[in-house]
């Protein structure tokens, strides 16, 4: 029997490539595998309805159980892939932390990307928290009712919107950027400006061109953000959001050219002309109109990972 399309990664760009193919008529077994403990979900409402208690788990769902099952689409949930062997044709078998083994004649990767870690004292500190996936979103969630005061590290989209969730929530809650105004990678200053006078209306405490000295402990917890100028800020939740490193390991590892990304072309094809890189782990030609000759962008966008 074929072994089929094996996709590591079963989030927004896994997602929509195995239900994509199967809309277009592709009738071969697609395996959708995962190393988290959840069905696939959608991330962008844990920042914002989900974190605020808006909206059920259930809601963060793609698709239904009985959705995979009638499409033929085989769910693989909590499953590390941490070594592939691959051959020229574009088959091979991956390996999972588990022992257990997936060969497949056509390799997908749509692995993503994983928050970036602060080097400095005090990030270990109980209360230090990150906000990439469910698990640490559940993490959030819960600390929520004992905190007071919280401070969001990284005023891109995802520590403002979390810092802005966290407002509404009834906390007080101090952003700090390093850059000199708000989102600086993603929008322009025009709209850096509307953001800042919007959230600072809001309440949020927003201190930009900021830098971050280390994180100070109240006896075995994390206390609160001393700045470079020596300003200590009191927290007893710090939420690191400064930005993502993109998942090339694997790639890396089975030969693939990766830089700043897993490198594709217009197609999604990976530089052995076979293996399909999608999503925020991919690296491809600026689409954009316009865009400068060989021009190469990383986008961390739904959009960028459906389409
Ligand atoms: C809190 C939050 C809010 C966001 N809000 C928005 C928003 O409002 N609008 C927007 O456009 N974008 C938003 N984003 C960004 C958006 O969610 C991402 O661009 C999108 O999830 C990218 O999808 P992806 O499938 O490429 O990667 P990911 O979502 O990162 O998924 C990759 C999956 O692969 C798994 N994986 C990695 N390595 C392995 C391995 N070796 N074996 C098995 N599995 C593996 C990962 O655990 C993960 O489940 C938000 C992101 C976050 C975290």
Same mark, same amino acid.
């Given at each position: 029997?074929?072994?089929?399309?094996?996709?590591?990664?079963?989030?927004?760009?896994?997602?929509?490539?195995?239900?994509?193919?199967?809309?277009?008529?592709?009738?071969?077994?697609?395996?959708?595998?995962?190393?988290?403990?959840?069905?696939?979900?959608?991330?962008?409402?844990l920042?914002?309805?989900?974190?605020?208690?808006?909206?059920?788990n259930?809601?963060?769902?793609?698709?239904?159980?009985?959705?995979?099952a009638?499409?033929?689409?085989?769910?693989?949930?909590?499953? @590390?892939?941490?070594?592939?062997?691959?051959n020229?044709?574009?088959?091979?078998?991956?390996?999972?932390?588990?022992?257990a083994?997936?060969?497949?004649?056509?390799?997908?990767?749509?692995?993503?990307?994983?928050?970036?870690?602060?080097?400095?004292?005090?990030?270990d500190? #109980?209360?230090?928290?990150?906000?990439?996936?469910?698990?640490?979103?559940?993490?959030?969630?819960?600390?929520?009712?004992?905190?007071?005061?919280?401070?969001?590290?990284?005023g891109?989209?995802?520590?403002?919107?979390?810092?802005?969730?966290?407002?509404?929530?009834?906390?007080?809650?101090?952003?700090?950027?390093?850059a000199?105004?708000?989102?600086?990678?993603?929008?322009?200053?025009?709209?850096?400006?509307?953001?800042?006078?919007?959230? @600072?209306?809001?309440?949020?405490?927003?201190?930009?061109?900021?830098?971050?000295?280390?994180?100070? #402990?109240?006896?075995?917890?994390?206390?609160?953000?001393?700045?470079?100028?020596? @300003?200590?800020?009191?927290?007893?939740?710090?939420?690191?959001?400064?930005?993502?490193?993109?998942?090339?390991?694997?790639?890396?590892?089975?030969?693939?050219?990766?830089?700043?990304?897993?490198?594709?072309?217009?197609?999604?094809?990976a530089?052995?002309?076979?293996?399909?890189?999608?999503g925020?782990?991919?690296?491809?030609p600026?689409?954009? #109109?316009?865009?400068?000759?060989?021009?190469?962008?990383?986008?961390?966008?739904?959009?960028?990972?459906?389409?």
């Amino acid at each position: 029997m074929a072994d089929g399309l094996l996709i590591i990664g079963s989030s927004q760009a896994g997602v929509s490539l195995a239900t994509s193919l199967r809309a277009l008529g592709h009738d071969e077994p697609i395996t959708l595998l995962g190393d988290e403990n959840h069905r696939p979900y959608q991330r962008p409402a844990l920042s914002k309805e989900w974190l605020q208690g808006e909206i059920t788990n259930e809601k963060l769902m793609f698709r239904t159980q009985e959705y995979w099952a009638e499409h033929r689409i085989d769910v693989v949930k909590n499953e @590390r892939i941490i070594r592939i062997d691959k051959n020229d044709d574009g088959s091979g078998v991956a390996h999972s932390m588990s022992g257990a083994d997936f060969p497949f004649d056509r390799l997908a990767l749509a692995v993503g990307a994983r928050a970036r870690r602060l080097l400095l004292d005090g990030v270990d500190l #109980p209360g230090v928290l990150y906000l990439r996936n469910a698990d640490d979103a559940l993490e959030l969630k819960a600390r929520v009712p004992g905190v007071r005061e919280a401070v969001v590290i990284g005023g891109g989209f995802i520590g403002l919107e979390a810092a802005a969730s966290l407002a509404r929530m009834g906390r007080s809650v101090t952003l700090i950027e390093a850059a000199p105004r708000l989102v600086p990678r993603a929008v322009g200053e025009q709209t850096s400006a509307h953001l800042l006078a919007h959230h @600072r209306a809001a309440g949020l405490d927003i201190l930009l061109g900021a830098s971050v000295r280390r994180i100070v #402990p109240r006896g075995d917890r994390v206390g609160g953000v001393e700045l470079a100028d020596g @300003r200590v800020i009191s927290a007893d939740l710090v939420l690191v959001g400064v930005g993502v490193i993109p998942n090339t390991e694997l790639a890396e590892s089975i030969g693939l050219v990766c830089d700043n990304g897993i490198r594709v072309d217009e197609s999604a094809l990976a530089s052995d002309g076979v293996t399909v890189a999608v999503g925020d782990c991919a690296n491809l030609p600026n689409p954009v #109109p316009g865009a400068p000759e060989g021009d190469r962008v990383r986008f961390e966008s739904v959009n960028n990972a459906i389409e």
